[in-house]
């Protein structure tokens, strides 16, 4: 979980912002602030119960030895054929071929598949005087996208 932060430029140019919040970490992912080490313990936190639970899937869904997940799972990315030979997935194919194959397994072919896409965040429909143009604009113009976002989608 990586955030850029606004404060120095902020300061720089004279911009400031006034939180009103309703809890002592409500502006934590705020790029207009310093996180402190306690908002770090915290998200540090949720991302290591994030990577246990993925761990924990991995190892049960794939009957693999925990030690080596934890090499595989070490924030890389693999290719689909390396994915392949290290035990990671059964076959290579497109998202039809991954939905045809559930609606054959499961005898539904008429099951209706769901995209799940990230939305826009919660603050993206209030007033631009809550969340500042200036972020967005600076987002814009060096093309990052500053919404802190863990995302874990997985049904039992």
């Known amino acids: 979980m990586n955030f850029t932060k606004y404060d120095e430029l902020a300061d720089k140019i004279g911009y400031s912002q006034v939180n009103i ?10 790029p ?5 080490p306690e908002e770090k313990e915290i998200y540090q936190s949720v991302v290591d119960d994030s990577y246990e639970k993925f761990l924990e899937v991995i190892v049960n869904g794939r009957d693999m030895d925990r030690e080596r997940v934890q090499n595989l799972a070490d924030g890389r990315i693999y290719s689909g054929y390396e994915a392949k030979e290290l035990g990671l997935i059964d076959k290579l ?3 039809e071929d991954a ?3 559930i609606k054959k397994s499961l005898n539904q072919p008429n099951l209706k598949v769901v995209r799940v896409t ?3 965040s919660i603050m993206d429909s209030f007033s631009p005087n809550i969340q500042s143009n200036l972020i967005k604009d600076i987002e814009n113009i060096i ?14």
């Open 21 to 30: 919040k309703s809890g002592e970490h409500k502006d934590m992912a705020s």
């Open 32 to 36: 207009l602030k310093e996180v402190t």
């Open 93 to 95: 194919g497109s998202l």
């Open 99 to 101: 939905t045809d194959y």
């Open 118 to 120: 990230p939305k826009n």
């Open 143 to 156: 093309g990052i996208n500053n919404q802190a976002r863990l995302m874990y989608i997985f049904d039992q």
